[in-house]
């Protein structure tokens, strides 16, 4: 039982990590531009898919390292050519825009790929357990937690000590006078966008070598997203990856003693969460409007 | 503006929706398809009370769409055979859920209201699509059917009549927008308005702003549930994809579509969007593409809506 229970952590564990891998960049692009990115579970379908097509070419690690960069410029053009127009108008437009752009992507990937279910390959290295006792921690659970940590160490490291870090922190609290002081504010929330996505490509290849590939993975993962950044607390991103672990955990839990309420679980969480703390975990109250 | 102008609407609309089906017919459509419109137009205009009238943007009305409707079907299907009785156990289903939430959310503000309205209304979707003995789970609750009206000695088969089952439709739609017209000109909808324009100064008059907001939640869930329960009803059918998200979208884009700071605008944004899904799904197998560059299009170009874009016309 404490083994299974510990599984089922460890799984809960690793599909948070991928939540708060994908909510963290949505969090970026929500913190400075104040848009909801629906299409960011598009943007991690087809870094998953572009991986895929990649592999038989560069190879697993090749596919991980460029598809995701692909992934990242697409978002740059979209930024650029259709979500720029958008700033500063009613967020609902920018939604709406966000909310089309998914319904495009996932159809994309039906049209190009096909809507069977493809398998993703994973090369034996990592699929190995690692000990006999404990035979769920494969290496690509293993690797994909170390990778997550390491990839969310470099982000909070750009964000604290690099100057495009900063400015994007800047520019959270108050654009205008990052704009004033002579920094080109268009550039910063395009960069911003595409790290964002950036963040959501590779959340998608990691994904994919653990769920396999279906045109539908953006959007079953998206929803966790949301309910990560409402459970950290808005506008907190170390907020935003403690609630992507939070509720990844609490799913995998929850498998175990009543597996059919393990999406339901994260919903009552939020909540629980916004009964006693209405702004979330790590959110302040000031950042609600 | 002359009286003409200003009282047009009053007198056209009743006119062309008592007499849709006929022109449907002409036009190529049929009954069910003018009940479609009605329905969602009712949903659209219940989401547009909060969105365009109260300027609070809830993107998760398909919750309370989808209450209704499990609600009724429920009912038929396990408890009573009764419409009369469907129907009200989903308005009370989607109103109370909505009375719960509401309270739980109405401290947000913009797009942050958003996102949680949109997650909250998944738990609903989950619940549906997971508790299969009971929902049917991802293929619909199946195994009913809505059932005439009797009121001794009078009997409206609204079960094998179309027209009939319009017509009911038609007076319930009445009934709804007479109620959220009224509403909308009392001193409780000026509130409204008030917030909308500008809510701080609201809260500086002494309005209780977050009851206020809570208040047209609730209404604004309260009649989706009815649409939601009705549109049940038209299908004798209802499965998930009612709850779901990509549902709460498409009612905020008709409202979008026809015009979201006029009252009938988003009965328009319906009558358009289920026409064009109408015309789109039964052509291509790719009419996510197109509904989706759909929505595009209209955010960049559209913005206002139609009822907007030709008022401004008619401005300029």
């Known amino acids: 039982m404490t083994q299974l ?116 390959p994973v090369p034996p290295s990592l699929t190995t357990p690692v000990s006999a006792t404990f035979f769920f921690l494969t290496g690509y659970r293993v690797f994909m937690v170390l990778l997550v940590a390491v990839v969310v160490t470099a982000l909070f490291f ?30 910063l929330r395009n960069l911003n966008f595409g790290l964002g996505v950036y963040l959501a490509g590779l959340a998608g290849v990691l994904a994919a070598g653990m769920l396999g590939l279906e045109p539908t993975i953006g959007s079953s993962l998206i929803m966790p997203s949301f309910v990560a950044i409402i459970v950290g607390g808005l506008g907190s991103l170390p907020g935003t990856l403690l609630g992507g672990l939070l509720i990844g955990v609490a799913s995998g839990v929850t498998t175990v003693f009543f597996p059919s309420a393990s999406e339901a679980v994260i919903y009552v969480m939020m909540a629980a969460v916004l009964l006693v703390r209405p702004h979330g975990l790590l959110g302040t109250a000031g950042r609600t409007a | 503006m002359s009286w003409l102008e200003r009282h047009a609407p009053a007198i ?78 989903g308005v009370v289903a989607g109103t ?26 998944q738990v609903f979707y989950f619940v549906a699509f997971r508790w299969n ?10 195994g009913w059917s809505r059932l005439p009206l009797r009121a001794r000695p009078l009997t409206l088969d ?12 038609l007076a319930l739609f ?38 206020h907001v809570w208040l047209s939640f609730v209404i604004s869930a309260l009649f989706a549930s009815l649409a939601g329960a009705l549109f049940a009803l038209l299908n004798n059918f209802i499965d998930p994809r009612a709850l779901r998200w990509d549902q709460s979208g498409n009612f905020v884009i008709m409202a979008v579509l026809g015009g979201m700071r006029s009252f009938w605008g988003p009965l328009l944004g319906a009558g358009i969007f289920v026409v064009l899904q109408d015309f789109i799904s039964t052509r291509t197998q790719n009419w996510m593409s197109f509904v989706g560059a759909f929505f595009v299009v209209i955010v960049l170009f559209f913005p206002r809506g139609v009822l907007g874009f030709l008022r401004r016309r008619v401005a300029v």
């Open chain 1, 5 to 120: 229970v510990l599984f089922n952590a460890f799984n809960g564990l690793v599909v948070g990590a991928f939540y708060a891998l994908m909510a963290l960049g949505l969090s970026l692009i929500l913190n400075l531009s104040g848009v909801i990115n629906f299409a960011h579970g598009g943007f991690l379908a087809i870094a998953a898919y572009l991986a895929y097509s990649l592999i038989p070419r560069v190879g697993f690690w090749g596919g991980l390292v460029i598809a995701p960069l692909l992934t990242a410029v697409l978002g740059l053009v979209v930024e650029r050519l259709l979500i720029r127009r958008l700033y500063g108008r009613d967020p609902l437009y920018s939604l709406l825009l966000t909310f089309g752009l998914a319904y495009v992507f996932e159809d994309a990937t039906r049209f190009l790929w096909g809507a069977q279910t493809l398998p993703y």
């Open chain 1, 158 to 187: 750009v964000l604290a000590r690099t100057r495009l870090g900063i400015r994007i922190r800047a520019g959270t609290q108050d654009l205008e006078t990052v704009s004033v002081l002579g920094i080109n504010v268009r550039v």
């Open chain 2, 12 to 89: 056209i609309l009743p006119a062309l929706l008592v007499t849709m089906p006929w022109w449907m017919a002409a036009a190529g459509g049929y009954t069910e398809l003018a009940s479609r419109i009605v329905i969602l137009g009712l949903a659209a205009m219940a989401l547009n009370f909060l969105l365009g009238f109260t300027g609070v943007l809830s993107f998760g009305h398909a919750a309370y769409f989808g209450l209704g409707g499990y609600g009724a079907a429920m009912t038929l299907r396990y408890l009573v055979p009764s419409s009369a009785v469907a129907i009200l156990v």
């Open chain 2, 96 to 121: 109370v859920a909505a009375a719960i939430i509401g309270a739980l959310i109405v401290k947000l503000r913009g797009v942050y209201f958003a996102m949680v309205t949109i997650a909250f209304g």
């Open chain 2, 133 to 142: 003995r009971v929902t049917g789970g991802d293929d619909g609750l199946t």
């Open chain 2, 158 to 169: 609204i079960q094998r009549n179309d027209l009939a089952f319009y017509f009911f439709v």
């Open chain 2, 174 to 211: 009445g009934l709804s927008v007479a109620a959220m017209g009224l509403l909308l000109r009392s001193p409780f909808g000026r509130t409204l308005l008030a917030i909308r324009e500008n809510e701080r100064r609201a809260r500086f008059l002494g309005i209780p702003v977050e009851r």
